[in-house]
């Protein structure tokens, strides 16, 4: 394990030199970060809200009287700590009131302690999630060098530019922070405001209503509404064409899954933006296509 380790951290370092940009006076480290800051996109979602997307690493940032609201905190604190930066920059604001997480992996929580002065908000069952997921440091390690080491296989025979080649790109990158943060034992700052059925926050100029959805895609996703915005955060729930990413089937809790639903066509007229968990924008048709898909489940 140790030589498939040093195999792989000396593939990356090699990687790191042979940039065929590589050029004196730039080291390989400003290049990574240049390459790394030119394939964040920011997407205005409009004046008080702005989506932040590397690769599938997607986080939000809602700018409220009460501070800065951030949904979702991305895979790592490397890349969060830029996207910080950008939200800091757009709003000409640091003060963060919340993270909120939208279900418990770690591609949504690895940035939480980016954000020291926020309340992290979390089903209660994504405590126990995060701790699941990482109590065998040993062997999380392990799997994000691999996960680093394909990606890094598959980056070398795509050509660069390309969709294929950023894809890759941003998904060695990610896997690749992680695999620091682990190796570094940096804990995952966990939800310190968990709720069991629904948790509403008074944001001062905006509202944000949230509702567990009850164990599908993981154990603890949530449903996120800002009405004020007709925004609604799907997590990991469903992608494109109301396609559900079902885990827990058959729902252990049919009825709340139910009711969630029922809730969410008591919203649906005043819903214009749909945004899941990987920054994927979904369509209104989308969410009525998972309405009907879910139930079914
Ligand atoms: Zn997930």
């Known amino acids: 394990m140790l030589c498939k380790t040093a195999a792989f951290i000396c593939l990356c370092f090699a990687w790191l030199f042979s940039s ?19 394939l964040i996109e920011v997407q205005k979602i409009n004046k008080q809200c702005i989506l932040i997307k590397f690769g599938a690493d997607a986080v939000t940032a809602i ?20 996207y910080r930066k950008i939200i800091e920059n757009e709003f000409h604001k640091n003060n963060f009131a919340y993270v909120i997480n ?28 995060i701790s699941g997921e990482r109590k065998n440091p040993e062997k999380v ?10 990606y890094q296989l598959k980056l070398q025979s795509s050509e660069p530019g390309a969709e294929e080649w950023k894809y890759n790109y941003t998904q060695k990158t990610r896997y690749l922070n992680a695999y620091y943060d682990a190796k570094s034992l940096i804990p995952v700052k966990k ?5 069991s059925d629904s948790i ?18 993981s154990s603890s996703d949530i449903l996120i509404y800002l009405p004020g915005m007709k925004i609604l955060f799907t997590g990991d729930l469903f992608t ?24 969410i066509e008591k ?31």
């Open 63 to 82: 700018n409220t009287n009460k501070g800065i609201v951030v949904v979702d905190a991305g895979i790592s604190t490397g890349l969060t700590a830029r």
């Open 20 to 38: 065929p940009c590589y050029s004196q006076g730039v080291t390989a480290d400003n290049k990574t970060s240049l390459k790394i800051d030119s």
């Open 191 to 195: 939800p310190g405001i968990t709720f």
């Open 141 to 150: 390690i392990k799997s994000l060098a691999k996960t680093v080491e394909e």
């Open 200 to 217: 509403n926050l008074d944001l001062g100029n905006f509202s944000a209503e949230i509702l567990y959805f009850g164990k599908c895609h």
């Open 240 to 263: 494109k064409y109301g396609r559900p990413n079902i885990t827990y089937n058959p729902a252990p809790d049919k009825n709340r899954r139910r009711q969630a639903v029922q809730w």
């Open 102 to 129: 939208s279900h418990g992996h770690h591609d949504h929580n690895g940035g939480n302690s980016i954000f020291p002065e926020a309340g992290i908000i979390g089903q209660v069952n994504c405590l126990q999630e």
């Open 267 to 297: 919203r649906m007229a005043n819903i214009e933006t749909i945004i899941n968990g990987h920054g994927e924008m979904l369509s209104v048709d989308d969410l009525k296509y998972f309405n009907k898909n879910i139930v079914l489940n």
